[in-house]
């Protein structure tokens, strides 16, 4: 029996040898609530931005007054810009917080302003966006934390606001990761964020560089729309227009008096040489500050992309100094167990046939 035992035993070390696995640390993974609130966060953005974008649309295309339909241009550039800046951070939590922030602000705001500092008539269609989206927020929040965390990130935010009142109609960014830490440290709480495993850290950099690329698009085509519309809002156009208009009646008249009076005839053709002298050089004014002005705005729009580009190569670079950071740190641990793995597979490939053949030799001898 003996003998069959260590048969035994030997046979499962050796199947066992044929098992080992070496796997590499790929850091601590999120805990499953701060990767469920993450994802819903950076979906709610999504909502917004595409709520925003709607409503904004459908002032433009009903403001009575051009000055309307450039303010909703301008609302749904900075606000979606604002939000992608607050879904994208690191932290959860914060970008949560940031989020509901900004909507909190909006919904104020708007409530505060007065139709005509706002969208004209088409005001209540930004309103009822505004409020919408803040009780989403609020919903989100209590949804996806728990009960104690929830309270505490509802009255940060409310400290926070009353803290920092919203300017204009509240659609500017706001960072609260030190007002956050600090809000948690004053309670007495301590908390560590995690970056999460390497699997995890490169679906959040492609997240972020997907959300930034696709808003940097929105906001270049958004931008293409506003020079439109401010191009036509021209004081000189404007005035080149009437003097078109004026310029026709003339002409109406002077076909009249040429008919029935054509002595007048040569006066009222000096007259003209004067009136188109003046058109000419007005289209000429025209022409040379409309070019001025898409010239600055070319500008403007290059400066804005290189900034942008400038902000995400630089997360890029800070999550890989991170990345290899922390690849770099599971090395030893990874080492070590890799040792301990070589002597156990040497103690069991020497140890157990030296064993073996010492029972198997006392065995014969008796």
């Given at each position: 029996?003996?003998l ?22 790929t ?6 609530e ?7 966060t ?13 409503a ?45 922030i ?13 139709d ?13 966006v ?11 929040a ?19 606001l ?32 995690a ?17 930034q ?52 005839s ?19 004014r ?46 030893p ?20 046939p030296f ?12």
């Amino acid at each position: 029996m003996l003998l069959h035992a260590a048969a035994l035993l030997a046979a499962l070390a050796l199947a066992g040898c044929s098992l080992l696995k070496v796997a590499v640390s790929t850091g601590d993974p999120l805990p499953r609530e701060a990767m469920n609130l993450r994802v819903t966060t950076r979906g709610f953005y999504y909502d917004l931005s595409s709520e925003v974008a709607a409503a904004a649309d459908s002032i433009a295309a009903s403001a009575p007054d051009l000055p309307a339909r450039i303010r909703a241009v301008r609302w749904k550039i900075r606000a979606t810009r604002a939000a992608v800046t607050a879904a994208m951070q690191g932290i959860p939590e914060v970008a949560l917080a940031d989020l509901w922030i900004l909507c909190r602000r909006m919904d104020e705001g708007f409530a505060a302003l007065p139709d005509s500092l706002l969208f004209g008539p088409s005001s209540d269609v930004a309103r009822t966006v505004a409020a919408r989206l803040d009780r989403r927020a609020e919903r989100l929040a209590r949804e996806g934390l728990s009960a104690e965390r929830y309270a505490l990130l509802a009255d940060f935010v409310g400290a926070y606001l009353r803290e920092h009142p919203v300017r204009d109609e509240g659609t500017e960014a706001a960072n609260t990761t030190l007002a956050w830490m600090e809000y948690l440290r004053a309670r007495g709480i301590e908390d560590r964020y995690a970056t999460g495993s390497i699997a995890e850290v490169i679906a959040d950099v492609n997240d972020r560089l997907s959300g930034q690329t696709q808003q940097l698009s929105n906001s270049i085509g958004w931008s293409k729309e506003l020079l439109e519309m401010q191009l036509h809002a021209d004081s000189t156009a404007v005035r080149l227009g009437a003097q078109l208009d004026s310029l026709d009646r003339r002409f109406e008249r002077l076909a009249l008096v040429a008919e029935r009076l054509p002595e007048l005839s040569s006066a009222m053709v000096e007259g003209l040489g004067g009136e188109l002298a003046q058109l000419l050089a007005a289209l000429d004014r025209t022409v040379h500050g409309t070019f001025a002005d898409v010239s600055r705005e070319r500008e403007a729009m290059q400066r804005y992309v290189t900034g942008e580009r400038e902000a995400l190569v630089a997360q890029l670079r800070t999550t890989a100094e991170e990345l290899v950071r922390q690849s770099f740190e599971a090395v030893p641990g990874l080492v070590g167990r890799l040792l301990l793995y070589v002597v156990l597979a040497i103690g069991v490939l020497v140890g157990v046939p030296f064993a073996l053949g010492f029972v198997l030799g006392r065995k014969l001898r008796r």
